[in-house]
């Protein structure tokens, strides 16, 4: 009661009453109930207690307005009542309203609105929710040069989405790509040809459910790399296989906050060949749970969002001891692994004179409570850890983390200017054994969309190595891009 400098004792008069009301009802709307009401009854306050009633707003009836492709859709998304964690004769609150218009938004191909309207039963009020969507399905093709280039520096890749498929408000896509050109294949004197390649491929299904957002992801990725050798050539290859199945929960959210965690239960397999033999002792299968917490604030004009997470390694899914532990390798490892990881992004919008920018900053660390093997370590030197790097050799270290700057200049509304300066560093055991541990770069660039039928998106890059440690091979000058077209 800051705001009407109450103090008790004090003498109340008819405007010190109305201003208590008010400050009732601010605190109301605050925290979310814009339809309940704070009320001062009529009352002997001989006693010197002045009692407040809160009339309760409630929900009166849910109804929607559902299209798609502009024609009528009844059923398309109010089928099920797994979007808005409310009901009917609920006390109202604009945090449920929130959560379940993110559970809609979520989907590109989505456009909603919702209006909060009077109800025909007294001290309620309907929800009309408008839900129109456009073409259900989407589907992008790519290429981009983020490849080795033993396995194919030129990838393409291509993805299918389907949005709000069992009318649950979810998304199911699935994704493929492979290495195009650029590649290393190797002919031997008998004319027998070795070559190399890559291709992967996901697959993704999520649904919200209330407060809860329930997923599942699965990828696999298969190489060849061509080996020389002393009179045939090898094909060394592998494939790995990633699968995971999350819950995460809003916990507690207001008109500046949003706090969650997450549970996530993982497995992963790597297997590895010369030709069609297995080497069975680099052989890894791994499985384990990780928990999480992520909080997003709105500061000003600022947006962050942070994360912090805790992975472990159990035996479950029959999971098999690393080849580290037996005792062979100079650096050990174990399938167990504890690991800690957190990160920080911030972002905000300005504008110098009449121009519109961006700035964005991102740190990600990482810290382990046991060795870890060479999947598990934190790597740094390519365009998603410290651009400048060509990503042909990289820092490994248990320990360690780094941080992107970039700041974009919208000289068109659909396209951008960006700088770009990062730092990375590395520690641990792994890492006193390089010259070096820390790496930093920057790049130039620019990217942007034009609409031609559907969306052509591109990214076009130029980095530069500021600092390396003595003989880290990358090139002077790294050129990159990223194409995509979606419909």
Sequence with gaps: MKETAFKTGMCLGSNNLSRLQKAAQQILIVRGYLTSQAIIQPQNMDSGILKLRVSAGEIGDIRYEEKRDGKSAEGSISAFNNKFPLYRNKILNLRDVEQGLENLRRLPSVKTDIQIIPSEEEGKSDLQIKWQQNKPIRFSIGID????KTTGKYQGNVALSFDNPLGLSDLFYVSYGRGLAHKTDLTDATGTETESGSRSYSVHYSVPVKKWLFSFN?????YHEATEGYSVNYDYNGKQ???SLAAE?????NRLHKTSVGMKLWTRQTYKYIDDAEIEVQRRRSAGWEAELRHRA????????GKLSYKRGTGMRQSMPAPEENGGDILPGTSRMKIITAGLDA???????????FYATAIQAQWNKT???????LSIGSRYTVRGFDGEQSLFGER???WQNTLTWYFHPNHQFYLGADYGRVSGESAQYVSGKQLMGAVVGFRGGHKVGGMFAYDLFAGKPLHKPKGFQTTNTVYGFNLNYSF
């Design 400 to 402: 360690g983390f780094y």
């Design 249 to 253: 929960r809003m916990l507690w959210r």
């Design 241 to 243: 296989y990633q699968s």
């Design 347 to 357: 972002a905000a919008p300005f504008i110098l004179g009449k121009q519109q920018f």
């Design 218 to 222: 699965h990828n696999g990725h298969r």
């Design 371 to 377: 060795p870890l093997v060479a999947q598990d370590k």
């Design 145 to 148: 040069d983020a490849g080795g």
């Design 298 to 305: 709105y500061l000003n004009r600022w947006q962050l969002d």
